[in-house]
Protein backbone atom coordinates (compact mmCIF):
# COMPACT_ATOMS: atom_id res chain seq x y z
CA UNK A 1 0.00 0.00 0.00
CA UNK A 2 1.44 3.45 -0.96
CA UNK A 3 1.78 5.75 1.95
CA UNK A 4 2.75 10.16 1.23
CA UNK A 5 2.93 11.40 4.90
CA UNK A 6 3.90 15.44 5.13
CA UNK A 7 5.03 16.80 8.12
CA UNK A 8 6.40 20.12 8.80
CA UNK A 9 3.88 22.73 8.57
CA UNK A 10 3.10 25.58 10.79
CA UNK A 11 2.65 29.45 11.39
CA UNK A 12 5.75 31.31 10.46
CA UNK A 13 6.38 35.37 9.99
CA UNK A 14 7.18 36.72 6.43
CA UNK A 15 10.78 36.13 5.65
CA UNK A 16 10.89 32.83 7.69
CA UNK A 17 11.88 29.36 6.54
CA UNK A 18 10.22 25.90 6.94
CA UNK A 19 11.23 22.74 6.02
CA UNK A 20 8.26 20.45 4.62
CA UNK A 21 9.22 16.60 4.77
CA UNK A 22 7.16 13.75 2.77
CA UNK A 23 7.86 9.76 3.74
CA UNK A 24 7.05 7.24 1.04
CA UNK A 25 6.10 4.22 1.63
CA UNK A 26 5.00 1.44 -0.80
CA UNK A 27 6.69 2.60 -3.50
CA UNK A 28 10.44 1.92 -4.88
CA UNK A 29 11.41 5.33 -3.67
CA UNK A 30 14.43 5.94 -5.70
CA UNK A 31 12.46 5.19 -9.15
CA UNK A 32 10.06 7.68 -8.94
CA UNK A 33 9.65 11.32 -9.48
CA UNK A 34 8.38 13.17 -6.27
CA UNK A 35 6.62 16.31 -6.90
CA UNK A 36 5.00 19.43 -3.85
CA UNK A 37 1.72 21.03 -4.99
CA UNK A 38 -0.54 23.50 -2.40
CA UNK A 39 -3.81 24.83 -2.61
CA UNK A 40 -4.39 28.08 -1.23
CA UNK A 41 -7.51 29.26 0.48
CA UNK A 42 -10.28 29.44 -2.20
CA UNK A 43 -7.95 28.30 -5.05
CA UNK A 44 -7.19 25.70 -6.93
CA UNK A 45 -4.30 23.37 -6.13
CA UNK A 46 -1.67 24.16 -8.17
CA UNK A 47 1.95 22.60 -8.84
CA UNK A 48 5.12 23.94 -6.94
CA UNK A 49 8.50 21.74 -7.63
CA UNK A 50 9.35 18.56 -8.93
CA UNK A 51 12.72 16.56 -8.11
CA UNK A 52 13.34 13.38 -10.64
CA UNK A 53 14.52 9.89 -9.93
CA UNK A 54 17.86 11.37 -11.13
CA UNK A 55 17.41 13.99 -9.17
CA UNK A 56 16.96 16.32 -11.39
CA UNK A 57 14.55 19.61 -9.97
CA UNK A 58 12.31 22.18 -11.39
CA UNK A 59 10.08 24.99 -9.88
CA UNK A 60 6.81 27.43 -10.13
CA UNK A 61 8.00 30.79 -11.22
CA UNK A 62 6.53 31.83 -8.22
CA UNK A 63 8.58 29.91 -5.62
CA UNK A 64 12.10 29.52 -8.16
CA UNK A 65 14.78 30.96 -5.65
CA UNK A 66 13.01 30.51 -2.35
CA UNK A 67 12.25 26.74 -2.30
CA UNK A 68 14.17 23.93 -2.66
CA UNK A 69 13.09 20.46 -3.30
CA UNK A 70 15.68 17.18 -2.45
CA UNK A 71 15.67 13.81 -1.58
CA UNK A 72 17.08 10.93 0.50
CA UNK A 73 16.64 7.76 -0.71
CA UNK A 74 17.77 6.07 1.80
CA UNK A 75 15.48 7.29 3.71
CA UNK A 76 12.81 7.31 1.33
CA UNK A 77 11.99 10.92 2.29
CA UNK A 78 11.54 14.16 -0.23
CA UNK A 79 12.12 17.65 1.58
CA UNK A 80 10.65 21.05 0.36
CA UNK A 81 13.00 24.38 2.02
CA UNK A 82 11.08 26.90 1.78
CA UNK A 83 12.75 30.33 2.56
CA UNK A 84 12.04 33.51 2.16
CA UNK A 85 7.99 32.64 3.09
CA UNK A 86 5.47 35.46 2.04
CA UNK A 87 1.58 35.58 3.07
CA UNK A 88 0.92 34.11 -0.90
CA UNK A 89 2.58 31.13 0.06
CA UNK A 90 -0.23 30.50 2.64
CA UNK A 91 -1.30 27.22 1.42
CA UNK A 92 -2.07 23.40 2.41
CA UNK A 93 1.10 21.28 0.80
CA UNK A 94 0.44 18.36 -0.43
CA UNK A 95 3.17 15.58 -1.76
CA UNK A 96 2.64 13.60 -4.81
CA UNK A 97 3.82 10.85 -6.99
CA UNK A 98 2.70 8.32 -9.84
CA UNK A 99 3.84 4.71 -8.89
CA UNK A 100 2.54 0.83 -10.23
CA UNK A 101 0.87 -0.15 -13.08
CA UNK A 102 -1.30 2.30 -14.86
CA UNK A 103 0.27 4.10 -13.36
CA UNK A 104 -1.53 5.45 -10.36
CA UNK A 105 -1.59 8.88 -8.49
CA UNK A 106 -0.81 9.16 -4.64
CA UNK A 107 -1.30 11.89 -2.42
CA UNK A 108 -0.76 12.75 0.82
CA UNK A 109 -2.80 14.08 3.65
CA UNK A 110 -1.21 17.98 3.70
CA UNK A 111 0.20 19.53 5.83
CA UNK A 112 -0.81 23.74 6.59
CA UNK A 113 1.94 26.46 6.61
CA UNK A 114 0.69 30.00 7.30
CA UNK A 115 2.56 32.91 6.82
CA UNK A 116 1.42 36.22 8.60
CA UNK A 117 2.34 39.29 7.79
Known amino acids: QVQLVESGGGLVQTGGSLRLSCAASGITFSRNAMRWYRQAPGKQREWVAI???????NYADSVKGRFTISRDNAKNIVYLQMNFLKPDDTAVYYC???????????WGQGTRVTVSS
Open 51 to 57: ITSIGTT
Open 96 to 106: NTWAGRGPTEY
